[in-house]
């Protein structure tokens, strides 16, 4: 039986307000205060598998992942959903018309106009890779044309007009492209003005991980080393305005971690202004060395030159971190650590070190773990965060966040 909630709670959980409307850009969505340390009740449950994105199209959340069957909050009825299903936000009951039947994991998602959203993995139905669903009924949006081949997608990022698309892909729709393509957002029509290619990977394949976006910068990470020729090891930051690679390189990432780890860069997000944005890791434990292996860094936006250092660093301790969301108030971090502040761990607890089991929050100055730590059983991680201006939306493979049951997907609502 989940706990009841008081009254100031259930308000704020239950206030439908979208995370951004659909084609702004997605930096961080500003929060006053860092949320509260109890989720609300009202959120379904993913039955197996994974939640690796969740979007806001309105009021409806949209997730996606790698499962089979979801639940309502409170109910034993066993809903079918592959890979992809939607709920409303103010209610948390399941959307019963919207079904489709994605032939494989969706990695990624992107609100669209018109009660769509943008969904991207390693599916070839309805699409190859990418497609656009509509909420109505879940049926793939004809006039968007855009399938991958030679590769899957792992995220997206929609700005106005704009679709960003970041993957492992080789082709989209006719165009060769290399790992990133920005295209039409309505029709799926690759940009040919946009000609930024990834290069020279650590590991076998050019990959774009993840990626987010201010008005004018778009932040990718992933197996690369360099971004049209110059040298950017797994993180690069482009200038949208001149269209072009910024002058912004970091070589922090350029160390090697666990040979396991040939790339270890996962997640990424800036703060709501857009002046800093903050990069979390996998890699293994590396006391006293200086790399940045299991760690969270705050790097400023618009710092200059051949060699960006981070402003700050949070390290783990040899546990991997897949997600960040930067709200103002907080930086979340998400993955399967066991601690933070913890620069001299080696698989361990070094001096200094705070538990924060499977999620945890950073101040956005000083860098150092925040008091906030409701915990979440460990698992695999956190694979997705999105903020709104009610909350913290978290998708992961376990069933206990906050001390209660919330399989897979939860809120944690502003106090």
């Given at each position: 039986m989940l706990a009841r909630h008081s009254t100031a709670l259930l308000l704020a959980a239950l206030a439908v307000v979208p995370a951004l409307p659909a084609g702004t850009a997605q930096a961080g969505v500003r929060q006053p205060a860092v949320v509260s340390q109890k989720p609300v009740a009202n959120t379904p449950h993913v039955l197996d598998g994974i939640v690796n994105a969740i979007a806001l199209v309105g009021g409806t959340v949209v997730v996606g992942g790698d499962f089979s069957a979801v639940s309502d909050a409170?109910?034993?009825?066993?809903?079918?959903?592959?890979?992809?299903?939607?709920?409303?936000?103010?209610?948390?009951?399941?959307?019963?018309?919207?079904?489709?039947?994605?032939?494989?994991?969706?990695?990624?998602?992107?609100?669209?106009?018109?009660?769509?959203?943008?969904?991207?993995?390693?599916?070839?139905?309805?699409?190859?890779?990418?497609?656009?669903?509509?909420?109505?009924?879940?049926?793939?949006?004809?006039?968007?044309?855009?399938?991958?081949?030679?590769?899957?997608?792992?995220?997206?990022?929609?700005?106005?007009?704009?679709?960003?698309?970041?993957?492992?892909?080789?082709m989209i729709g006719g165009t060769p492209r290399t790992a990133l393509a920005r295209l039409d957002a309505a029709t799926g029509a690759v940009d040919p003005t946009f000609t930024?290619?990834?290069?020279?990977?650590?590991?076998?394949?050019?990959?774009?991980?993840?990626?987010?976006?201010t008005s004018d910068r778009l932040a990718i990470d992933g197996s690369f080393t360099t971004v049209n020729g110059l040298r950017r090891p797994q993180v690069a930051l482009i200038d949208l305005a001149r269209g072009r690679v910024a002058d912004w390189r970091t070589e922090a990432y350029a160390p090697s971690c666990m040979a396991v780890f040939p790339w270890y860069v996962r997640g990424l997000d800036f703060s709501p202004d857009g002046k800093f944005l903050v990069v979390v890791t996998t890699g293994g434990p590396a006391p006293d060395t200086g790399k940045l292996c299991d760690s969270a860094a705050r790097f400023e936006t618009y710092a200059k030159g051949n060699d960006v250092r981070p402003t700050w660093v949070n390290l783990t301790g040899g546990d991997s971190l897949y997600s960040v969301a930067v709200t103002g108030a907080a930086v979340y971090v998400g993955g399967h650590q066991r601690w933070l502040d913890n620069p001299k761990g080696a698989d361990s607890a070094g001096s200094g070190a705070v538990q924060r089991p499977g999620i945890g929050a950073i101040h956005p100055t000083t860098g150092k773990a925040l008091a906030w730590n409701p915990t979440r059983t460990r698992g695999i991680g956190v694979k997705a965060f999105l903020t709104t201006k009610s909350g913290l939306l978290v998708g992961s493979d376990t069933t206990k966040l906050g001390h209660e049951y919330h399989a897979r997907v939860g809120m944690f609502p502003m106090p």
């Open positions: 409170g109910s034993k009825a066993r809903l079918s959903r592959k890979n992809l299903f939607a709920y409303d936000l103010r209610t948390g009951r399941v959307l019963r018309g919207f079904a489709p039947e994605m032939s494989g994991p969706v990695y990624a998602l992107a609100a669209g106009d018109d009660a769509t959203v943008y969904a991207g993995g390693s599916f070839d139905f309805p699409a190859s890779a990418l497609a656009r669903i509509s909420l109505a009924d879940g049926s793939a949006v004809a006039s968007f044309d855009a399938p991958a081949y030679g590769g899957g997608v792992s995220t997206l990022v929609r700005q106005g007009g704009r679709l960003y698309v970041g993957g492992d892909f080789a930024i290619e990834p290069g020279n990977p650590r590991g076998a394949t050019v990959k774009v991980y993840a990626m987010a976006a």
